[in-house]
């Protein structure tokens, strides 16, 4: 098969007339006088002719061997627009034509016969069929030329037509995305005010983990003190005073108290954590209840983390007392009764 | 009127008479073979709105002047854009800035280059071509890929193939002419 092929495809026997010709064909020669020898062949050979159309034949069927694909529709749209350009020259060319006709088919001809002095009726009527027949003539031409100048313009008006819908289609395309890009910078703007106002309270809350880290820094600290002052200076702790009591209604439910006294004498330190700053006007009180009348100790200020450490007589042991409470009392005098909000409490051994 | 009722050469007289709708109707017939010819050349779609434009505004000029003696139109139309768009091409080449891709990229017209939408043509004309070039010797089918669809002259294609100038030449003889002979049967040389 591939040395019968070889054969076949030798150059050897090959009519130098037809050389050249599937190269025209495929325009595939190389220089142009090459052209015009084939294309003189073509002309003046009734063979080299007949084959020419055989292999022009062939590729067209190269041409249709690829699939139709669609073109943008707004190229039919450019190529109707360039052809109605060439239309309205074409126009100014058969407005100038109609008038230099006008010009000679007009008055001149009417005039010249009658200053001639040829106005005899007969040859008039035979003027008047001439120039009829003349002008009807150049009408019905004309009339031809203006159907199809109409049929353009009604053409070029669908174009126009489409090419505004188009317009109007991109218009409002446009606008839609605008619209969808403010939408979605709107949503953008959203996050990023909750993004923010995260972030700010995430500030908050670990500036509060800081104060709540340094509270529980002065509490191990201040327990540490306590348990040095409990070993080295002989203290031990008597009462833990609590505010989640069933005797105190209304106060932190995480504050907490306590009260450490010398094994030997009457000193005694009261230590409180976790109490909210007392309201305006008010401050907390200590008290010693249960032997005579309630016993006042002192009044006192919370730090900022809520804590106080007192140091006082006891004015007698702390086993003569029932109990030990905190209240807010106003700062401008203490009565001989708690009659403030109860925010502590402890009962004594 | 019914232009798309019309036979080629009567759209060609009309156009002749400067008559738009008549071109527009021989573009809705003709412009997605003529436009998918010039693809397939230039493998660039912005070109090929060029030349496709050109196309029918040549016709829109010249389709008064052409005569059935000049061979079938569809002939003549393709013809007219195979040549623009070997110019194009060639002028491409001269401006290697603007070549889109290697022109060994496609040599295969049967494998790489179909789309899922040419299946969908399977059993139509195209696959009946394709079919027959497809069965040319793998010789004749590159030099008549090589110049008819990347625009290479038969020197060109000598020297890229290393193959003799005359055995070139008449490979392209005989690939038209079996590809002729293997169409013309099945299609009654039609399209």
């Given at each position: ?44 050979d ?15 069927l ?9 073109p ?6 450019r ?7 060439g ?15 006008g ?21 008039a009527a ?17 009339g ?36 969808t890009?403010?939408?979605?910078i709107?949503v ?43 070993t080295k ?12 009591t ?14 450490a006294?010398?094994?030997v ?26 032997n005579?009348?309630?016993?006042p ?6 730090s900022?983390i809520?804590s ?14 029932s ?24 009962q004594?051994? | ?7 080629d ?8 008479e ?44 010249r ?11 569809t ?7 195979h ?13 290697r800035?603007?070549e889109?891709?290697d ?13 899922p939408?040419?299946?969908?043509v ?9 079919a ?13 890929e ?12 000598a020297?890229k ?18 590809l002729r ?11």
């Amino acid at each position: 098969m591939t040395e019968t092929k070889d054969s076949m495809e030798s150059n050897d026997n090959l009519d130098p007339r037809f050389e050249n010709l599937a190269g025209y064909v495929l325009g595939a020669l190389d220089h142009a006088d090459e052209r015009s020898a084939v294309e003189n062949l073509i002309e003046n050979d009734p063979e080299v002719q007949a084959e020419f159309e055989e292999l022009s034949e062939a590729a067209n069927l190269l041409a249709t061997s690829v699939p139709p694909v669609e073109p943008p529709a707004s190229l039919k749209t450019r190529i109707m627009e360039m052809a109605g350009q060439g239309t309205r020259s074409r126009l100014v060319e058969i407005v100038n034509m109609y008038q230099k006709q006008g010009g000679r088919s007009g008055p001149p001809w009417w005039r010249r016969a009658f200053q001639s002095g040829l106005a005899v009726s007969a040859a008039a009527a035979v003027l008047v069929v001439v120039v009829g027949s003349a002008l009807s003539y150049q009408n019905n031409q004309l009339g031809n030329e203006i159907d199809t100048l109409r049929a353009n313009l009604a053409t070029e008006s669908v174009v126009v037509a489409n090419l505004q819908t188009e317009l109007s289609t991109t218009l409002s395309d446009s606008e839609n995305r605008v619209a969808t890009m403010k939408s979605e910078i709107k949503v953008m703007e959203d996050d990023f005010g909750a993004i923010t106002e995260m972030v700010v309270h995430q500030e908050e809350m670990v500036s509060q983990l800081g104060i709540v880290n340094n509270a529980l820094r002065q509490a191990l600290s201040d327990q540490n003190w306590l348990t040095y002052v409990s070993t080295k200076e002989g203290y031990q702790v008597e009462s833990w005073l609590a505010s989640n009591t069933q005797q105190v209604t209304s106060t932190e439910p995480t504050a907490s108290g306590l009260i450490a006294v010398r094994i030997v004498g009457n000193e005694a330190v009261f230590q409180v954590h976790g109490l909210p700053q007392p309201q305006s006007g008010y401050a907390y009180t200590l008290w010693l209840m249960g032997n005579g009348d309630p016993q006042p100790i002192a009044q006192f200020a919370v730090s900022e983390i809520g804590s106080a450490t007192i140091a006082f007589l006891l004015p007698q042991p702390l086993q003569f007392y029932s109990s030990v409470v905190v209240t807010q009392e106003r700062v401008d005098g203490i009565g001989v009764d708690p009659t403030g909000t109860m925010v502590l409490f402890a009962q004594t051994n | 009127m019914n232009y798309q009722g019309l036979e080629d050469l009567e759209l060609l007289a009309k156009i002749g008479e400067q008559d738009r709708q008549a071109l527009a109707a021989l573009y809705d017939r003709y412009g997605r073979r003529v436009f998918a010819l010039a693809v397939r050349m230039l493998n660039d779609p912005l070109g090929s709105e060029e030349v496709t434009q050109d196309v029918f505004m040549s016709v829109w000029r010249r389709g008064a002047s052409y005569t059935s003696k000049k061979g079938k139109f569809t002939t003549w139309l393709f013809s007219i854009t195979h040549n623009r768009t070997i110019d194009e091409l060639r002028k491409r080449r001269r401006d290697r800035s603007r070549e889109n891709a290697d022109i060994d990229d496609h040599l295969n017209i049967q494998s790489g280059d179909i789309s899922p939408a040419d299946a969908a043509v399977a059993r139509s004309e195209y696959a009946k071509i394709r079919a027959a070039m497809e069965r040319l010797p793998v010789e004749q089918k590159s030099v008549v890929e090589l110049s008819y669809f990347k625009g290479l002259t038969q020197t060109e294609i000598a020297t890229k193939t290393g193959q003799p100038l005359g055995t070139v030449k008449t490979r392209m003889r005989l690939a038209l002419k079996k590809l002729r002979t293997a169409l013309s049967a099945e299609m009654g040389a039609q399209s």
